[in-house]
């Protein structure tokens, strides 16, 4: 059972101890718990009311958290702009740091690895919005579709990966349509996945006429990592021009196309100019493991 929980991550699994963590903190019936647990004798009632005491990892966490929810409010934003979405990015992090950021309020994670959120997902509540914002290979859509609070994929760059994720809806979720994002190269970098900006129109449109199914939420860039690689105001005015042109397009208001820009380093650039979702993991998380 433990083994089918196990979130791998760096190459090694999320202790048994991470499942007990978060099922204890939310009184997982004892049918559920290895025998030497479900036998531990009942806890007074004030015990089992009390919230256990966070960890320095899991407070400075959710310490962080509140942090960048204060940063994101004292942002000026365009007229008439929407309230914007911050997504906690979580990829490589273990499940008791996801499980104190939930019980800080955040419901939406993102995720970059199929077989992470896969792992992650079941042990979590599932009232969790999964983001998938990693690049995806069509031969891992049925694994991702798979999950059943996947909330929105922020990376369809091409007809081929929105007709397989057409096509898996209709066999996992035909009565869930699907919200996705078209992701643009705004920046035209060979390391960098996404559709030409010049082809970011017509794939919003093959997705509304061919994907039933597919809802298209909006348009989603990666912007420039750091000054060295130049300005990501570049890469924000290019996916916005990228979104007028879809709209127009498709005969929408603009305004309810999503922008899908701005990370830990440039989320407030982002939000100043009319991002609507913003992908905040390291100033939340610290920084990531890598990958083995």
């Known amino acids: 059972m433990f083994s089918k929980l196990?979130?791998?991550?760096?190459?090694?699994s999320v202790a048994l101890g991470a499942y007990?963590?978060?099922?204890?903190?939310?009184?997982?019936?004892?049918?559920?718990?290895?025998?030497?647990?479900a036998a531990k004798p009942a806890e007074p009632a004030a015990a089992k009311l009390a919230t256990p005491p966070l960890d320095a990892d899991a407070a400075a966490v959710v310490a962080a958290l509140l942090a960048v929810k204060d940063r994101v409010a004292a942002v000026t934003r365009p007229t008439g702009a929407v309230a914007p979405l911050l997504v906690a990015v979580s990829k490589t992090k273990p499940v008791p740091l996801l499980a104190a950021v939930y019980d800080a309020g955040q419901r939406d994670f993102g995720e970059n690895y199929v077989q992470e959120v896969v792992e992650k997902a079941p042990v979590l509540p599932a009232d969790i919005r999964w983001h998938f914002i990693g690049h995806l290979q069509s031969n891992k859509v049925k694994d991702i579709v798979s999950i059943p609070n996947l909330h929105c994929v922020?990376?369809?760059?091409?007809?081929?990966?929105?007709?397989?994720?057409?096509?898996?809806?209709?066999?996992?979720?035909?009565?869930r349509p699907l919200e996705i994002m078209v992701q643009v190269n705004t920046s035209g970098e060979p390391s960098k996945s996404g559709c030409d900006p010049a082809a970011a129109a017509d794939l919003c449109a093959q997705v509304v006429v061919a994907c039933p199914l597919l809802k298209l939420r909006g348009l989603m860039c990666i912007g420039k990592y750091s000054a060295s690689e130049g300005s990501?105001?570049?890469?924000?005015?290019?996916?916005?021009?990228?979104?007028?042109?879809?709209?127009?397009?498709?005969?929408?208001?603009?305004?309810?196309l999503a922008l899908s820009m701005g990370m830990s380093h440039d989320f407030e650039a982002a939000l100043a100019?009319?991002?609507?979702?913003?992908?905040?993991?390291?100033v939340i998380f610290g920084a990531r493991a890598r990958k083995a």
């Not at 007990?20 to 647990?37: D, F, I, K």
């Not at 100019?273 to 390291?282: L, P, Y």
């Open 154 to 175: 922020h990376t369809v760059d091409s007809a081929k990966l929105a007709n397989e994720l057409q096509k898996r809806c209709a066999q996992l979720r035909p009565d």
């Open 6 to 12: 196990a979130v791998i991550v760096g190459g090694a």
């Open 232 to 256: 990501a105001a570049e890469d924000f005015e290019v996916l916005k021009q990228c979104r007028d042109r879809a709209a127009k397009a498709l005969s929408l208001d603009a305004a309810t």
């Open 273 to 282: 100019v009319g991002a609507t979702h913003v992908r905040v993991g390291s």
């Open 20 to 37: 007990l963590y978060y099922h204890r903190t939310r009184g997982s019936p004892a049918a559920q718990m290895p025998e030497a647990v």
